[in-house]
């Protein structure tokens, strides 16, 4: 049975440090231990998906400059127990964790071109997306593979869902990932072609209020009215 709280000790805290080398590798510039301990104290969440006393996933996450948001900065779950829901678990832990302390939003970033994402965090979290950033992590490491990390901020109400009114759409490459294996250049013209659509739709005042899996089209829309 998993279950979920917040991480307690030194030893767990090393526990999501390796975590994060498990899932994005050796050369990814994981948090220390000390560092999410410290947060934490000082009003930051981090917490796991336990199997008993394993960590089986985390999520982290810190205060920003305005006190009604958080930014949430990692979210991760360990290769054998992805497709259990328990990304989607962690986050929902986070938005009550946020809500009884009148937090009213959390923000996070995401590789808009890595559609599982998308459908995570639009789909079944409820996320919009409001912003598009430019090779925001640089073009190192083993996960982009040379190519520039660009990333849509996305954000959650906490307390509900606005409404909306759908105006466009963006359609990506269905997998960049195994595109990011088996061919550079083909990965390199993704990502220009999806960051000019994207930013013009931004530009112009959209944000993403959907996402189609079936064929990989973001739709992007205004938002009518904010929950209180």
């Known amino acids: 049975m998993i279950t979920y709280r917040d991480l307690r000790g030194l030893t767990e805290f090393q526990a999501a440090y390796d975590l994060q080398h498990a899932v994005w590798g050796m050369d990814d510039l994981a948090d220390p231990p000390d560092l999410m301990m410290v947060v934490q104290s000082e009003g930051g969440i981090v917490a796991g998906a336990f199997d008993g006393d394993r960590l089986a996933g985390y999520v982290f996450g810190f205060p920003t400059s305005d006190p009604t948001v958080q930014h949430s900065h990692r979210l991760a779950v360990l290769p054998e127990y992805r497709g259990q829901g328990l990304g989607v678990a962690l986050k929902a832990y986070q938005k009550d964790w946020c809500q009884s302390r009148g937090i009213r939003r959390i923000r996070w970033t995401y590789d808009p071109l890595m ?49 909306v009114r759908a105006e466009d759409k963006v359609a990506v490459v269905p997998d960049f990932h195994k595109l990011l294996r088996s061919d550079e250049a083909a990965a390199r013209a993704a990502r220009a072609e999806g960051r000019l659509a994207m930013q013009s739709r931004f530009e112009a005042g959209l944000q993403i209020i959907g996402f189609d899996p079936g064929c990989s089209t973001y739709i992007f829309g205004r938002l009518l009215r904010e929950v209180a």
């Open 115 to 163: 559609t599982r994402n998308a459908n995570l965090n639009i789909n079944n979290l409820g996320a919009f997306g409001t912003g598009y950033l430019v090779n925001y992590y640089g073009s190192g490491g083993s996960y982009q593979a040379g190519v520039e990390s660009d990333r849509v901020v996305a954000e959650l109400f906490v307390t509900g869902r606005p409404e």
